[in-house]
């Protein structure tokens, strides 16, 4: 079945780069997503990136693929307070549905 | 619409009583998802149409969860004999032809006391 990992928190100060990390462990995943949630609120489609892809970037958002090791990252330039929420990860391997992890928390720091 | 709705926002029942929960994707979408998300937990999938039709619903965690979507746009989700552990927060969301971009909703705030 569909497992997907993520660490749980992660404090950064204003300015800074912070990098959240995801493993996942079907390999036929199609697309692999970012969700940020803020407290109270649904899900907001980040960024995604097809697995026929290694990195995508978008303004100050990066996200690495690494096949191999099944290995998925985000990582967010200047960092924001408004970028305080949780992050999920998630895979989508064609049947329809979307696995996700529990959950990063970032906390930005003024 | 702008968005995927959701409503209500915030449903409070007492244990045993039925609720229903609505959905109205962004139009033109014609996949729509019900995904469940516990306290702490990530979503977790219910159900997926595709048009009328419930494509997949083998998330549905028992016989008292059901859904419909018989237009192919709104979807309510029903909830017969509540129990307290069926608080969670209920999303729907939507996309075209289930492909790339999945859009969601507020969510539903779910408490059974």
């Known amino acids: 079945g569909e497992d997907v990992e993520q660490s749980l928190f992660l404090s950064v100060r204003e300015g800074d780069s912070s990098v959240i990390n995801c493993t996942y462990t079907d390999s036929s995943s199609t697309y692999l997503y970012w969700y940020k949630q803020e407290p109270g609120a649904g899900l907001q489609l980040l960024t995604y990136i097809f697995s026929n892809m290694d990195m995508k970037q978008d303004q100050r958002l990066t996200v690495l693929l690494n096949k191999k090791d099944k290995h998925l990252s985000l990582r967010i330039a200047d960092t924001q307070t408004g970028d305080s929420a949780i992050y999920f990860c998630a895979e989508y391997y064609g049947n329809n549905r979307l696995a996700f992890g529990k959950g990063n928390q970032v906390v930005v720091i003024p | 619409g702008a968005g995927v709705s959701q409503t209500p926002s915030n449903k409070v029942t007492e244990k045993g009583k039925y609720v229903e929960l609505r959905c109205d994707p962004i139009s033109g979408h014609t996949a729509l998802y019900w995904y469940r998300q516990s306290l702490g937990q990530g979503p977790e999938f219910l159900i997926y149409?595709?048009?009328?039709?419930?494509?997949?619903d083998s998330g549905l965690p028992n016989d008292r969860f059901f859904a419909v979507r018989p237009e192919g746009s709104v979807s309510t989700l029903k909830i017969q004999r509540t129990e307290r552990g069926d608080s969670a927060v209920y999303l729907c969301?939507?996309?075209?032809?289930?492909?790339?971009?999945?859009?969601f909703g507020e969510g539903s705030w779910l408490t059974v006391v």
């Open positions: 149409f595709q048009g009328t039709g419930a494509a997949d």
């Open positions: 969301a939507s996309s075209q032809r289930g492909t790339d971009t999945i859009y």
